[in-house]
């Protein structure tokens, strides 16, 4: 008791607020005293004894209330407030059970099975429960704690609500059944318009703390679950930010709690209600928790509860795992519970009234989706009553709403068609012709009120492409209609915006309205149709990329009608297109279009051995089109983006691989030995370059040719090739993995018809900055050369190689750089290639003038770095080029830039330490040459440092570099 007292009498010391006077307001003291005072108070509130607590009660609360901890700014103290404030407000009362909490029943299969023995004892300590709740009074302090716990229930703070709930739980778990009514009655005032959203999720956790403790009386369901049911689908904007998936998560806890609290006779009348609103949270809510949540829910009812219809069918179908996807929620998880007739309709409804206006456009569209796949399974309801609800909501003042209904309107038009045609019947008929002309006014009108400019013009820009491409797709008979003009105008228009989801929307509607309604059967139709061609192709020759990009896109969706008999025009233009111009250099978006509408076209007139070249893919036109796709695997463009061109070269493998699997599929005679090879060779260059992305298209590409289905022929070095790359180990390669597939694709340098191709990749590779990158090329290169270190005919092969690169590519910085870098690479970490080198001192004398070529006029350090790299490797080597090497080192001595003069006095001076024993420079002159090399200071004067570079040359025996005449 003494100690009791002291521990009591010292927290109230410290919570005088004349102490906390001392320090200023929401300082770090202040934060922290009032922390441990707290804490200190909960654990004395919690673990001493009611009559013990009972007098310090009333003194520590209106203390608390004057230190301000109940609106304190910091969070753990709120929180701890409220646990303080609800411990206080239990010693108030007796600590028992009631008697008017509601029980479901034992929950105990032993007292179960010992029957009425135990029902009798339940029942005698009911009977003395009543009788002391009659004489239990609840005083001032009392209706004080509750109202800071209600006040708690609306704190800006999840975990003070949550706190507060429990509070609620625990408080009113002890007071009599009129006050605890109140307190029930006081937590559903929350749920109002007027509440915060806070508000209405403290309340559904005090609700479900409330029901979990058998505090919630069913007499008061009929209350609480049309607010559970607002509350389910509770999703409203405030200012900028929309509110609601906290409140959702936590009526589904309100839905939980209720199926573990109540007998399932109590909770009959809302079984219809409550498993469709739990239905449409695990199927269409936004967030992930909350679709779980729901889930969740609907299993623990279907457990417990057993009386939700057909729950063990949908439960098994609506899991916990299925609902995580959203689109796979909305788009086959809705289909399959919407067989069930009790949910169909209801499912419906809520994606209309509530899911069509949704403040997210993923949401809006999906909803649409949905809608069309639930139309099927109620044509009629769909035709006579969505239909005319979306109609009106399409010329509605709010964007979300024109734009969802808009979307919702034409996937229902398209589906209720399948449905028509499958049933034989028509859709004018099922819809009605008000319906029709609703349809066709929607976009005039749109357009009469300027809603298609501006920023909400481009959601009504892509809603209304799709709703052109639906009603195409609908077959709507409105052929010969001046609508048609009005449509094409305007996908015309989408295609060429910047904005890529109306672009792509636009460009799918135009194959569907073609092919509806512009067929070209008479001669006026065949007019317009050269006419398009014509505006088309030459759209290509712009100064605006989208234009191009977006025209390129427009000519791959020519139906066969619109192309047949101007093939030969279109194709030349795409061709065009995919070429590298110094207009045109950066558009790296618009040629990989047009690379991708060419293997369209393709596919859309066939391939034909002896066709027409203004009809089909033939023999004539076939290697034009190889060789536009081989040309674009060179497009390296960089720019602010990045390295772009590999857009291209992605673009490019890929249309080689369809376009190669469908000339095999008709005759594998079109392809030629010169074409096959260089495409082999190129492909495999792609798969073992930089980018892992295109690694692994490429990858992918090169697996599928050589172990095509009929077989590719004019492989070059075909079984060698397979022998390497086997099917097994194809179909199971990560070709994305520089560690997995490098050590393979060096093994084809082994073969003259991939060796050029396979070295420019690699070597291309290893001068990259990606460390790991770097690090597997090395290996799989030094790899390579070690297991063939007694093959000179091989290394051979190999050095000429990369110098027949470094002459093709002169100053090139994409390739020369990391050529040089790999270069430098081999000689300073691998032995295998010096005697090759020594043997023949031609290699060197090329490599000098190469480097010597590449280095004039150059600025760019890192070039220069690599460049006396290999210099200062060649020195070691027992060659007569060792003078000229010194002569290009001792240019480097005195060039313009310090930095340089620095970098190779250091690297010379480390070579000669090297190689001391290789009497690089007269023996005699070693000690003074390494002197001048370390004393001297190149970053400064230049006449200074060519004063020292001159002497040192004179030491070498090599005559000093002369200054050019101007």
């Not at 916990?320 to 909305?330: D, K, W």
């Not at 105008?489 to 904005?499: A, F, K, N, R, T």
Request: proline letters at 4%; a neutral charge.
């Amino acid at each position: 008791m003494s100690s009791c007292h002291n521990s009591l009498s010292t927290v109230l010391r410290l919570t005088n607020p004349q102490v906390l006077e001392k320090e200023p307001q929401g300082s770090v003291y202040d934060v922290f005293h009032k922390l441990g005072v707290l804490r200190a108070l909960g654990l004395i509130f919690k673990h001493g004894k009611r009559e013990e607590m009972l007098e310090f009660s009333q003194k520590v609360l209106p203390r608390l209330v004057a230190c301000g901890v109940t609106s304190s700014t910091d969070t753990p103290i709120r929180k701890l407030a409220m646990k303080v404030i609800q411990r206080i407000g239990l010693t108030f009362l007796k600590p028992r059970i009631m008697s008017w909490r509601y029980q479901r029943g034992s929950r105990s299969l032993a007292i179960n099975v010992q029957g009425s023995t135990s029902e009798h004892m339940q029942g005698d300590a009911v009977d003395k429960n009543a009788e002391e709740e009659d004489d239990e009074e609840v005083g001032e302090d009392m209706e004080e704690v509750i109202d800071y716990l209600l006040q708690g229930l609306k704190d800006q703070d999840t975990v003070v609500r949550w706190s507060a709930a429990k509070g609620i739980g625990r408080v009113t778990g002890r007071l009599p059944r009129e006050f605890g009514d109140e307190v029930v009655g006081a937590i559903l005032e929350l749920f109002s318009s007027r509440e915060s959203d806070k508000a209405w999720h403290g309340g559904c956790l005090a609700l479900a703390e409330l029901a979990r403790r058998g505090l919630l009386l069913p007499e008061r369901l009929p209350a609480v679950t049309p607010v559970l049911n607002r509350a389910l689908v509770y999703d409203e904007l405030k200012g900028k930010c929309f509110m609601g998936a906290n409140i959702r998560d936590a009526a589904c806890y309100l839905c939980w709690a209720f199926a573990r609290a109540y007998h399932p006779d109590q909770m009959a009348p809302y079984i219809r209600e409550l498993a469709t609103g739990l239905i449409i949270v695990a199927l269409f809510d936004r967030e992930i928790p909350c679709r779980r949540a729901g889930s969740a829910a609907f299993q623990e009812h279907v457990g417990r509860q057993g009386t939700f219809p057909h729950g063990i069918e949908i439960l098994t179908t609506v899991d916990y795992f299925a609902v995580g996807n959203r689109s796979n929620a909305f788009l086959k998880l809705s289909l399959q519970v919407a067989k069930y007739p009790e949910y169909t309709k209801a499912l419906i409804d809520h994606l209309v009234q509530l899911k069509v206006i949704h403040w997210d456009s993923a949401i809006r569209e999906l909803t649409a989706k949905a809608l069309h796949n639930l139309t099927p399974l109620a044509p009629d309801y769909m035709a006579k009553a969505v239909l005319p609800t979306l109609l009106e909501l399409t010329t509605s003042v709010k964007l979300v709403a024109r734009h969802g209904s808009i979307l919702a309107l034409s996937h229902i038009t398209h589906g209720l068609a399948l449905v028509t045609a499958k049933q034989g019947t028509s859709l004018v008929d099922l819809i009605g012709q008000d319906i029709l002309d609703g349809i066709v006014k929607i976009v005039p009108t749109l357009e009469e009120r300027k809603l298609l400019r501006g920023l909400d013009g481009e959601y009504m820009k892509q809603a209304t492409a799709v709703l052109i491409e639906k009603c195409s797709l609908a077959a709507l008979p409105l052929h010969h209609h001046e609508i048609l003009k009005v449509w094409h105008q305007l996908l015309e228009e989408c295609v060429v915006v910047i904005e890529e989801n109306i672009r792509l929307a636009a460009l799918q509607a135009l194959g569907p309205l073609w092919t509806t309604y512009f067929q070209p059967v008479s001669q006026a139709s065949l007019m317009w149709r050269d006419d398009l061609v014509v505006r088309y192709t030459a759209a290509l020759n712009t100064d605006k990329e989208i234009q191009s990009q977006g025209f390129s896109a427009a000519l791959g969706y020519l139906t066969l009608p619109l192309v047949q008999g101007k093939f030969d025009v279109v194709l030349p233009a795409l061709i065009r297109a995919t070429q590298i111009t110094p207009e045109t250099n950066t558009w790296a978006q618009a040629r990989q279009q047009a690379i991708t509408s060419i293997i369209r076209l393709v596919d859309t007139v066939g391939i034909q051995k002896d066709g027409k070249e203004s009809e089909q893919v033939c023999e004539g036109n076939l290697g034009s089109i190889y060789q536009a796709l081989l040309r674009s695997l060179d497009d390296y463009t960089m720019d602010r983006r990045g390295d772009i061109g590999a857009w291209v070269r992605e673009a490019a493998i890929t249309a080689l691989q369809t376009l190669t699997k469908m000339v095999l599929a008709k005759d594998p005679c079109l392809l030629s030995e010169e074409i096959v090879g260089e495409m082999m060779a190129r492909v495999c260059q792609q798969a073992a370059e930089r980018i892992d992305r295109t690694r692994k298209v490429a990858g992918t590409a090169f697996a599928a040719l050589l172990h095509s289905s009929p077989k590719l022929p004019h492989i070059p070095n075909v079984k060698e090739v397979e022998s390497i790359f086997p099917k097994e180990l194809c179909d199971g390669m990560n070709w994305a993995s520089e560690k997995s597939t490098f050590n393979l694709f060096m093994q084809l340098v082994d073969f003259p018809a991939y060796r050029p191709r396979v070295l420019l990749g690699v070597t291309y590779a290893a001068g990259g900055i990606s460390a790991n990158l770097s690090r597997y090329t090395s290996e799989a290169v030094h790899s390579y050369l070690s297991a063939r270190a007694e093959k000179e005919e091989v290394l051979a092969a190999f050095l000429e190689t990369l110098l027949e690169q470094l002459a093709t590519h002169q100053k090139v910085d994409r390739i020369t750089l990391p050529l040089l870098k790999t270069i430098g690479d081999l000689l300073s970490s691998s032995a295998v290639l010096d005697s090759v080198l020594e043997q023949d001192d031609s290699y060197i004398s090329r490599l000098l003038a190469l480097m010597k070529k590449e280095c004039q006029r150059c600025s760019d350090y890192h070039k220069l770095a690599a460049v006396i790299a290999v210099l200062c490797e060649l020195l070691r080597l027992s060659s007569p080029t060792t003078k000229a090497t010194l002569t290009q080192l001792a240019l480097f001595l005195g060039y313009q830039y310090p930095k340089v003069r620095a970098l190779t006095a250091t690297s010379l001076l480390t070579a000669l330490q090297d190689y001391c024993d290789q009497d690089i420079v007269p023996p005699d002159h070693l000690e003074e040459i390494t002197t001048i090399l370390e004393e001297t200071e190149w970053m400064n004067n230049l006449e200074d440092a060519r004063k020292q570079r001159n002497r040192i040359c004179d030491l070498c025996g090599i005559p000093p570099p002369q200054p050019k005449k101007k």
